[in-house]
């Protein structure tokens, strides 16, 4: 409702004058892990004992110390409720273009 009040030229500038900003993050497959054991409500030892692995393990793929592999991605996502691509590739963008 406030861009009612501003004036047509002063809306060209803004416009014209300044770039929208994207916020990327690299999301991790630890941050990943992270998220949807939150999301789900578990703390480490939970999801530990949901998965058969151990909370050091949990820990250490959350901080990026231990590769995840898809075996573990497997597991994880079993206790997790979603598909092992979510967790072992998270930032992961198809490029593809669909044909017209």
């Not at 809306?11 to 994207?22: A, G, R, T």
């Not at 999301?39 to 959350?62: D, M, V, Y």
């Not at 206790?79 to 992961?92: C, K």
Request: zero cysteines.
């Amino acid at each position: 409702m406030a861009n009612k009040k501003l004036g047509k030229k002063t809306k060209e500038l803004l416009k014209s004058e300044f770039n929208s900003v994207q916020i990327k993050v690299k999301l991790t497959p630890g941050k990943a892990i992270r998220i949807y054991r939150e999301a789900r409500g578990l703390s480490q030892l939970q999801l530990a004992e949901k998965s058969g692995l151990k909370q050091t393990t949990i820990s250490g793929l959350e901080n990026d110390r231990l590769t995840l592999g898809l075996e573990r991605a497997k597991v994880l996502a079993r206790s997790l409720q979603v598909h092992p691509s979510v967790l072992a590739f998270p930032d992961w963008e198809s490029e593809r273009k669909d044909a017209a």
